[in-house]
């Protein structure tokens, strides 16, 4: 059970990185975090 908690936090966290990555990037970014959050809405 601890691990797959980790696990879901890494990927969060990755996640969240990439949100951050492409938002730097430029206008790109807002599209990417709306899928972002929706992959992990799907998540849970």
């Keep these: 059970m ?3 908690i980790q696990e879901a936090v890494q ?8 949100i951050e ?3 730097k ?3 790109g970014g807002i ?3 709306q899928k972002a959050i ?3 809405k799907g998540m849970l």
């Design 2 to 4: 601890a691990e797959e």
């Design 21 to 23: 990555i492409a938002m």
């Design 11 to 18: 990927i969060i966290r990755v996640a969240y990185d990439g």
């Design 38 to 40: 929706d992959f992990l």
């Design 25 to 27: 990037v430029g206008s």
């Design 31 to 33: 599209a990417a975090m």
